[in-house]
């Protein structure tokens, strides 16, 4: 039976090659304006908008009917959402997809609450689609996820946290430990899939050595990468160079940040999604 994969937008991916798939934007709102988070979304223009913006600004999951559509006509569906530890994303879905389930007995939805998000999700997305592609039926490639995910991680190097803190998904006081120019805190997805802080770094150089160590001792031996920039190509072309000199073996692939995570890593974060212990 054929599966298709679905996933939110926080993903970073629009599109698979080989697999049906769809990706479910969020909204971000700025100046009372919404932004879809998809395709046509220019995300420069949006990041120079909110810059300007005075006002609060926020962001919203995708709604049921958004959930439904991109399910579609599939018998099958694999289903991806951003951690429930910051979204109410996978309680969107989740919901859907016992609408879809009962609207259309014979059908399935699995969700999967990644506690995660971009690069990290990437790469559940891409060994999903790699598994499916071989022919796997359904359940096995579900358990063969569970198992994936608990060896995949997601670090950061991020250059403030404001539309965290203002949006009540960290705490003030986390808040509190960037803001100041040149400083950047590198962190990472806890496993209750919050955002889980580990060093405070001052300029790209430190911040670069702490997600080096970090990652080798999340037990990154040279296997797949992902790496996600808002508008900082350098950094992190600069540490896709610094991962390659030290695992000439590993496999790496650049991105961008779509709307949702360029909202909350803002200009200059960078994200790393890799293969660990
Ligand atoms: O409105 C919503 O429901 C969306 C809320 C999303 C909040 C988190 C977005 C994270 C984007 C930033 C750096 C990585 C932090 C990872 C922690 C799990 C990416």
């Known amino acids: 039976m054929k599966i298709k994969i679905v996933a939110d937008s926080s993903a970073d991916v629009l599109s698979l090659e080989g697999v049906d798939y769809a990706s479910v934007p969020l909204t971000i709102s700025i100046a009372g ?4 988070d998809d395709e046509t979304l220019d995300v420069k223009d949006m990041l120079s908008r909110l810059a300007a913006c005075k006002e609060k600004t926020s962001t919203a999951c995708p709604g049921t009917q958004r959930w439904l559509s991109a399910f579609g006509d ?14 109410g994303t996978y309680n969107a879905a989740s919901i859907a997809a016992r609408e879809f389930e009962e609207k259309n007995p014979g059908k399935k939805v699995h969700v999967v609450d990644t506690l995660t998000t971009g690069p990290e999700m990437e790469l559940l997305i891409e060994k999903a689609a790699r598994l499916i592609r071989s022919g796997m039926e359904f359940e096995d490639v579900i358990k063969r996820i569970d198992t994936y995910r608990k060896c995949t991680y997601l670090l950061f190097s991020l250059q403030s946290l404001h539309n965290f803190v203002i949006n009540g998904r960290i705490s003030p006081a986390v808040g509190a430990l960037v803001g100041l120019l040149g400083i950047r805190i590198v962190g990472r997805a806890s496993e209750e899939g919050t955002l889980q802080p580990m060093a405070k770094c ?6 670069l050595q702490s997600i080096l160590s970090n990652l080798k001792e999340m037990g990154f031996r040279g296997g797949l990468v992902r790496i996600h920039h808002c508008c900082n190509e350098v950094f992190a072309n600069t540490l896709r160079d610094a991962i390659l000199s030290l695992f000439p073996n590993a ?14 890593a803002e200009t200059g974060g960078v994200l790393v999604g890799f293969e660990g212990a």
């Open 33 to 36: 304006k919404d932004y879809v």
């Open 74 to 87: 599939a018998d099958r569906v694999l289903c991806f959402t951003i951690t429930s530890g910051l979204s």
């Open 202 to 207: 001052r300029g790209d150089k430190k911040a």
């Open 251 to 264: 496999d790496i692939k650049m991105g961008r940040t779509l709307g949702l995570c360029s909202y909350y």
